[in-house]
């Protein structure tokens, strides 16, 4: 049964730190490409970061640029994002997928919300 489990979410200050993991189980880890969106409330998901599979090349979305690190384990099957210096318009439900080419597949996390508050 494959899944993906978000940890990691809660509230924290604007300027402060917080550490997104995604366990994966259920699939060969290490094929897939990994990547982290978001979801605002009243707006679409968006890409915000990706890792690929063992050259591990990073892209990033603009917003999170410089603040954001992508980063995975392939021995743990284990996704992180590391954030810093965040921003109350970085709250969200961010969600980790898994994708694969050959065969195309996809998977998604349930999603962990983040709350960046004073």
């Known amino acids: 049964q494959v899944q993906l489990v978000e940890s990691g979410g809660g509230l924290v200050q604007p300027g402060g730190s917080l550490r997104l993991s995604c366990a994966a189980s259920?699939?060969?880890?290490?094929?897939?490409?990994m990547s982290w969106y978001r979801q605002a409330p009243g707006k679409e998901r968006v890409l915000i970061a990706s890792?690929?599979?063992?050259?591990?090349?990073?892209t990033y979305a603009d917003s999170v640029k410089g603040r954001f690190t992508i980063s995975r384990d392939n021995a743990k099957n284990t996704v992180y994002l590391q954030m810093n210096s965040l921003k109350p318009e970085d709250t969200a439900v961010y969600y980790c997928?898994?994708?694969?080419?050959?065969?195309?597949?996809?998977?998604w996390g349930k999603g962990t919300l983040v709350t960046v508050s004073s």
């Open positions: 890792i690929t599979t063992t050259d591990f090349t990073t």
């Open positions: 259920g699939f060969t880890f290490s094929h897939y490409a």
């Open positions: 997928r898994a994708s694969s080419r050959v065969p195309p597949m996809i998977f």
